[in-house]
């Protein structure tokens, strides 16, 4: 072979490895054509805390305010923003597993850019801003909630006529003080006052109606009144406190009942009673006074008088079943035709 052969065979392969090794170091992400970790004088195996010094150290000597000409500090400036770019990757952990990547694997072009550009596009929020935002959205819509449903539960009991008709007595009886206060002259008579329209006597009335009955309404359950406790920043605040005092009541329950056998009071009762009925204490609470009370006179905290008391239910429910003319039509469909399902050919 001769020695122009063997000088063209070297400068190709000189160009070759040249070309790769400058495809693996992309035009316009990270470095661009510099490699981050000669920008800062390190190796691949060196920790943050090296990145840092090697920044500090080389930002002392190539600092545009170092140089007076013109050239050379726009030099620096160009040297310096190229420093910084190497810095803020390598120190970040996920972008700097990102630009290995990228060393490792040249060829995969397309996925080096988008690597590149949703680490730089994407939101950098806190995480504790997003779960406090979280948390106090929950609570608003929580608070309106719970609102809407105290003022729906009043709406209701305003049309239910035996409340309506109790609530009106009072409001007439009030109106009745209020005049007998407000009388003036000799003869007793109540002072003139403006003259109203019809529409606003009533609006009058149903606002005095509604007020009454929140005053002497001890609404419970899920339409109960809101309280600040039941927020879920309220909830999540008072947590420390709330489990404190399930631990001393669960101990305090071993050791009066378990190990005392210590006879149970009302409150007791009632919670067995809730517990095997499988409500929750929202659920509970919304049940009549007499209920309650019905229960206690039953006895039904006692396992036993439950099991027997929930057979009977059920048995009275199946008798009133089998009484219904829309419960026996659904059992003469189901025997003739069976459970519905879908077919191709439906």
Same mark, same amino acid.
């Given at each position: 072979m001769s020695s122009l052969s063997v000088l063209l065979l070297g400068t190709f392969c000189l160009i070759m490895c040249l070309n790769a090794c400058h495809a693996q170091l992309l035009e316009g992400i990270y470095c661009g054509r510099d490699n981050c970790y000669d920008v800062l004088n390190i190796t691949r195996e060196a920790s943050v805390s090296d990145v840092r010094k090697s920044y500090r150290r080389l930002a002392k000597k190539t600092h545009p305010d170092l140089f007076r000409d013109e050239v050379q500090k726009k030099e620096a400036e160009t040297n310096f923003k190229l420093l910084a770019t190497a810095y803020e990757i390598l120190r970040d952990e996920e972008a700097r597993k990102d630009y290995n990547y990228m060393l490792d694997n040249p060829d995969e072009y397309y996925s080096h850019y988008y690597r590149y550009y949703r680490r730089r596009m994407a939101p950098?929020? #806190? =995480?504790?801003? =997003?779960?406090? @935002?979280t948390i106090t959205l929950i609570s608003i819509v929580q608070y309106y909630s719970l609102w809407q449903r105290y003022d729906s539960a009043i709406k209701y009991f305003m049309t239910v006529p035996k409340y309506r008709i109790k609530a009106q007595e009072i409001a007439a009886e009030q109106q009745r003080q209020e005049e007998a206060a407000n009388s003036g002259g000799k003869n007793g008579r109540p002072k003139s006052r403006a003259k109203v329209s019809k529409a606003e006597l009533k609006e009058e009335q149903e606002r005095? %109606?509604?007020?009454? %009955?929140e005053e002497k309404m001890d609404i419970k359950g899920a339409y109960a009144k809101p309280k600040i406790? #039941? !927020? !879920?920043? =309220?909830? !999540?605040?008072? !947590?420390?406190?709330?489990? %404190?005092?399930? @631990?001393y009541w669960y101990g305090n329950w071993i050791w009066r009942f378990t190990i005392l056998r210590q006879p149970y009071g009302d409150e007791e009762k009632l919670y067995l009673i809730r517990r095997y009925m499988k409500l929750g204490q929202y659920q509970f609470d919304g049940l009549e006074e007499h209920e309650r009370q019905d229960y206690l006179d039953m006895e039904l905290w006692i396992k036993e008088n439950f099991d027997e008391w929930k057979a009977e239910q059920e048995e009275e429910l199946k008798a009133k079943l089998a009484e219904s003319a829309r419960h026996k039509s659904y059992r003469r469909y189901m025997k003739n035709h069976g459970p519905g399902r879908m077919t191709f050919e439906d």
């Amino acid at each position: 072979m001769s020695s122009l052969s063997v000088l063209l065979l070297g400068t190709f392969c000189l160009i070759m490895c040249l070309n790769a090794c400058h495809a693996q170091l992309l035009e316009g992400i990270y470095c661009g054509r510099d490699n981050c970790y000669d920008v800062l004088n390190i190796t691949r195996e060196a920790s943050v805390s090296d990145v840092r010094k090697s920044y500090r150290r080389l930002a002392k000597k190539t600092h545009p305010d170092l140089f007076r000409d013109e050239v050379q500090k726009k030099e620096a400036e160009t040297n310096f923003k190229l420093l910084a770019t190497a810095y803020e990757i390598l120190r970040d952990e996920e972008a700097r597993k990102d630009y290995n990547y990228m060393l490792d694997n040249p060829d995969e072009y397309y996925s080096h850019y988008y690597r590149y550009y949703r680490r730089r596009m994407a939101p950098k929020v #806190d =995480v504790r801003v =997003v779960i406090f @935002v979280t948390i106090t959205l929950i609570s608003i819509v929580q608070y309106y909630s719970l609102w809407q449903r105290y003022d729906s539960a009043i709406k209701y009991f305003m049309t239910v006529p035996k409340y309506r008709i109790k609530a009106q007595e009072i409001a007439a009886e009030q109106q009745r003080q209020e005049e007998a206060a407000n009388s003036g002259g000799k003869n007793g008579r109540p002072k003139s006052r403006a003259k109203v329209s019809k529409a606003e006597l009533k609006e009058e009335q149903e606002r005095r %109606i509604r007020q009454i %009955i929140e005053e002497k309404m001890d609404i419970k359950g899920a339409y109960a009144k809101p309280k600040i406790s #039941d !927020l !879920l920043w =309220v909830q !999540l605040i008072i !947590l420390p406190y709330t489990i %404190i005092k399930y @631990v001393y009541w669960y101990g305090n329950w071993i050791w009066r009942f378990t190990i005392l056998r210590q006879p149970y009071g009302d409150e007791e009762k009632l919670y067995l009673i809730r517990r095997y009925m499988k409500l929750g204490q929202y659920q509970f609470d919304g049940l009549e006074e007499h209920e309650r009370q019905d229960y206690l006179d039953m006895e039904l905290w006692i396992k036993e008088n439950f099991d027997e008391w929930k057979a009977e239910q059920e048995e009275e429910l199946k008798a009133k079943l089998a009484e219904s003319a829309r419960h026996k039509s659904y059992r003469r469909y189901m025997k003739n035709h069976g459970p519905g399902r879908m077919t191709f050919e439906d």
